[in-house]
């Protein structure tokens, strides 16, 4: 079994900064991918930002230049930066990884999510 504990979102003002993480555990013998999503209300879940397990990064359009990921391999634990936020950056925040678990091989796994609200 894996899981995934997600944590840093809350209310922020126009311009602020929040850091979110996402930490794994259990029997986790490697994760390639890691990726944060996010959803607005009304609006389908949108992909915010991805690490490869060489440390390749992509970012929403949206986002590039104000959002980081990154990744401690040591931690299992996926980090996503959050800088000069807007209004249009609230949403739940989704952590997903790719992994491959002892015995059973590859799977998916998501977050349970973290509200991130920025006030204008």
């Known amino acids: 079994q894996v899981q995934l504990v997600e944590s840093g979102g809350g209310l922020v003002q126009a311009g602020g900064s929040l850091r979110l993480s996402c930490a794994a555990s259990g029997s986790i013998f490697s994760i390639d991918v890691m990726r944060w999503y996010r959803q607005a209300p009304g609006k389908q879940r949108e992909l915010v930002a991805g690490i490869t397990s060489g440390g390749s990064t992509n970012y929403a359009d949206s986002v590039k230049g104000r959002f980081t990921i990154s990744r401690d391999n040591a931690k299992n634990t996926v980090y996503l930066q959050m800088n000069s936020l807007k209004s249009e950056d609230t949403g739940v925040y989704y952590c997903?990884?790719?992994?491959?678990?002892?015995?059973?091989?590859?799977?998916?796994?998501w977050g349970q999510g973290t509200q991130v609200t920025v006030s204008s």
């Open positions: 997903y990884l790719g992994l491959n678990v002892v015995i059973i091989g590859w799977r998916e796994k």
